[in-house]
């Protein structure tokens, strides 16, 4: 059972955007759960918003991680915890130590990319006690024709942490989806793009629909 978790160091790259919609994807392939561990409770909020009886639980973590996971676990065949801004934080600590997959969103500008060279140092320290975890960074919200994209993905080429091939675009399906509390699977047509590079992304990591 991979329990995969989202983080970073900093709001608004993306982990929440990306925790809903992948748990939907693999709720599609086996029980999912999706621990919010961020005290601001934005995943839950977002599950509160839907109205469809079979959209991915969401459960509370923020008070503890572990114990949530070890609650959960045996009940789900995958995992996915959306962590708070701080890879500081005891919530992602505790993720990074029971995760198979630490998934990192990072917005293509500089900052955001310097901000993520801090993840490392708690990802090796992590993998002290879990030797197993792997770590993809993810280009979340590229504008493929803009140049500063382009310098974003050859920087990122500096960082031990590999970056996906597959970057996920900036579209308007991820915002208007998840005020309805419903993902980019559940858009049709409008929502395909989002869905392909999302099925993309969870084969870069080994789970594909073929598997299950
Ligand atoms: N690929 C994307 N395309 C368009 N908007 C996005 C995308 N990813 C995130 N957003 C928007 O960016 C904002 C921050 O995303 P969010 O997932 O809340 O980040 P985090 O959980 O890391 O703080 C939200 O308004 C979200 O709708
Ligand atoms: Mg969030």
Not at 5 to 11: A, C, D, I, P, V
Request: proline content about 6%.
């Amino acid at each position: 059972m991979p329990i995969i978790s989202l983080l970073g160091n900093k709001g608004g790259a993306g982990k929440t955007t990306l925790a809903v919609n992948l748990a939907a994807a693999l709720n599609q392939l086996g029980t999912t759960l999706l621990l919010d561990a961020d005290p601001q409770q934005s995943s839950s909020q977002w599950r509160v918003l839907s109205s469809q009886p079979d959209t991915v639980p969401v459960f509370n973590a923020s008070s503890s991680v572990a114990m949530s996971v070890g609650a959960q676990a045996k009940n789900y065949s995958h995992l996915l915890i959306d962590c708070p801004p701080s890879v500081h934080s005891d919530q992602t600590k505790d993720a990074l130590r029971l995760s198979d997959w630490a998934i990192i969103p990072v917005l293509p500008s500089p900052l955001d990319l310097w901000a993520s060279v801090k993840i490392e140092a708690e990802i090796d320290q992590a993998r002290e006690k879990n030797p197993g975890l792997k770590a993809l960074l993810v280009i979340n919200q590229l504008e493929p024709r803009t140049r500063l994209s382009q310098a974003i993905r050859n920087a990122t080429v500096e960082l031990s942490t590999p970056t996906a091939n597959t970057a996920i675009r900036r579209r308007v399906v991820y915002r208007s989806t998840v005020l309805e509390g419903r993902s980019v699977f559940d858009a049709g047509a409008k929502g395909a793009a989002a869905a392909d590079e999302l099925t993309e992304l969870l084969t870069e990591i080994g789970i594909t629909r073929e598997q299950q």
